[in-house]
């Protein structure tokens, strides 16, 4: 379930964001980018060869500055060393070793993460050989040569790369303890309902080693079943900057939803729903994450009988994409309805991992057609054949029709709800699959 993560660290000006625009190409069989980011992409899903990872984009490390930029950035490429599984080191041929690449070299030693030395702008290798020799001085690895504006060397790069990545093993595999990722804002309560959730007298703690400075994997007990909760109160940070706050927050949360089942979203009550939260929200639903909204403060909320409703239709309009998920009003300060965040996590699990056989769909997706005709294009009919259940976490469904690109979203929205209407499946994404009958089909 967990992709393992690549964060590319280097000072600036080495070609960080060049490398990763040329990694998150379709040449590698890239996704897609996911939300999260606006005007500056910093992370991507990508594929090579057998392995699926997360790839991380940073700003630029200058050791030695108070520029309160140059700092910020540093901050940014500390957090992103903490989180990844291997680091890509990379270093400029055309400038040559110099002072800071040292630097950079130690802080990563220190991080004890497999690292990966790519000597970038090699666009030549017989006449830069000497050069990139040159890089063996930080005692960090073999360089490998790459261009990364010409695409060259990123087989060997990739190869080393993935070689690195952690292995499953049985133990991890048949761990069946729901994880749930506790993500938000900075401020919005994440540290608090932990602490509430940890403190409860109907809960048994043990604390296990996470993966990063700021994140911890909690195990709480609660009606005799474990659940391990991602703690990612890391998140908060005093900068004022809010696009290096924004930069933090997805690193963090993207991060958490790869070890996580089920992702709450803190949101603050005081402060409504603000864009970073359909962000990072953003990033569990295109994960097929189980979600819960938990609004929290409510006890800051002066109230009457319609205060609720108002409020749960206006998270309902502002994260329009994900109307399945479950919400919830507490207060992690005062304890209020917290008990009530396991209930929805076993609703959501139940959800995640519900099956439905392939004649209930196939009448479902038939009274479906009759009551909304398949749109036409110039006089040719979509027409749907068949539909089965495929997978779960999250449920996946398989329809075969007569041609896909008349099979426009909309049309795919209405199956989705009709199916939605008979099974409930909230809290959790509905992922549908559309093939030409004939597409790896014989029928």
Sequence with gaps: MNKPIVAIVGRPNVGKSTLFNA????Q????KDYPGVTRDRIYADTTWLDYAFTLIDTGGIEPSTNDIILKSMREQAEIAIETADVIIFLVDVRQGLVDSDFK??????KSKKPVVLAVNKVDDFKSLEADVYEFYNLGIGDPIAIAASGKLGFGELLDEVTKHFPAKVAADEEDERPRIAIVGRPNAGKSSLINKLSGSERCIVSDIAGTTRDAIDTTIKYNGKDYIFVDTAGLRRKSKIKEDLERYSIIRTVAAV?????????IDATEGVTEQDAKIIGIAHERGRGIILAVNKWDAIEKDDKTMYKFRDKIVQILSFVPYAEILFISALTGQRITKIFDSIEVVIQNQNLRVKTGVLNEIMSEAVVMQQPPTDKGKR??????????????TFVIFCNDKELFHFSYQRYIENKIREAFGFSGTSIKIIVRERGENDKN
Excluded: F, H, N, W
């Design 258 to 266: 790869e070890k996580s089942d089920v992702v709450i979203l803190m």
């Design 28 to 31: 590698i069989a890239i996704v």
């Design 104 to 109: 950079v070299a130690d802080m990563l030693r």
């Design 382 to 395: 979509l027409k749907l054949y068949y539909i089965t259940q495929v997978g779960i976490k999250p449920p």
């Design 23 to 26: 990694l998150a190409g379709e």
